[in-house]
Nanobody, 121 residues
Framework: QVQVVESGGGLVQAGDSLRLSCAASGRTLRRDTIGWFRQAPGKERELVASIWYGGATFYAESEKGRFTISRDNAKNTVYLQMNSLKPEDTAVYSC???????????????WGRGTQVTVSS
């Protein structure tokens, strides 16, 4: 049974930084594609960033330069560093695992419950 758990969310002021963590048990993430998604109230879930085997990364255009995704294979953990946070970043952030690296959202089959990020102005 694969378990995915996010942590690191919280309440911050605009301009602050947060680092979210995505830890997994029951599966080694070394060769998996990992995505960070977010869903704000009244909006669709969107892919914020992803990282896959070989180190290639993807970022939503609006987040390039502010967010950085990375992985620590020794800890079986993926991180999302979020800098210069804005109120528009307020959302539930979820980590998901794509074992086959399909590069499509349908490939993410293991999901965490999410962690709340709230950015006040």
């Amino acid at each position: 049974q694969v378990q995915v758990v996010e942590s690191g969310g919280g309440l911050v002021q605009a301009g602050d930084s947060l680092r979210l963590s995505c830890a997994a048990s029951g599966r080694t993430l070394r060769r998996d594609t990992i995505g960070w998604f977010r869903q704000a109230p009244g909006k669709e879930r969107e892919l914020v960033a992803s990282i896959w085997y070989g180190g290639a990364t993807f970022y939503a255009e609006s987040e390039k330069g502010r967010f950085t995704i990375s992985r620590d294979n020794a800890k079986n953990t993926v991180y999302l560093q979020m800098n210069s946070l804005k109120p528009e970043d307020t959302a539930v952030y979820s980590c998901a695992v794509d074992p086959q690296g399909s590069r499509t959202n349908s490939g993410y089959i293991y999901w965490g419950r999410g962690t709340q990020v709230t950015v006040s102005s």
